[in-house]
């Protein structure tokens, strides 16, 4: 199994910058890919940016060039750098990562951390 710990969300104003960080820990072998989705109240969860073993990243649309994942090589972290926030960047961001144990994947997911921004 593989736990993964959420912090840094919380309340910023329009413009303003959070980093959210997830720590995994457990049986982090055979992690090929990392990530962080988000679900507003009524949506349903989306992918936000998603970062691979051989470091390459994927971001949606609506948060390319404002935010960053990164992550260190043993994978045990991820972090995600959200930069010029928005109203609707508001939602509860989750952390995942996945694995792949003899050609089976297996998600697994934070416990979420709400981020709000308003003024």
């Known amino acids: 199994q593989v736990q993964l710990v959420e912090s840094g969300g919380g309340l910023v104003q329009p413009g303003g910058s959070l980093r959210l960080s997830c720590a995994t820990s457990?049986?982090?072998?055979?992690?090929?890919?990392m990530g962080w989705y988000r679900q507003a109240p009524g949506k349903q969860r989306e992918l936000v940016a998603s970062?691979?073993?051989?470091?390459?990243?994927n971001y949606a649309d609506s948060v390319k060039d404002r935010f960053t994942i990164s992550r260190d090589r043993a994978k045990k972290w991820v972090d995600l750098q959200m930069n010029t926030l928005k109203a609707e960047d508001t939602a509860v961001y989750y952390c995942?990562?996945?694995?792949?144990?003899?050609?089976?994947?297996?998600?697994?997911w934070g416990q979420g951390t709400q981020v709000t921004v308003s003024s």
């Open positions: 970062i691979t073993d051989g470091g390459i990243t």
């Open positions: 995942n990562v996945r694995r792949n144990i003899i050609g089976l994947t297996y998600n697994y």
């Open positions: 457990g049986s982090i072998g055979n992690i090929y890919a």
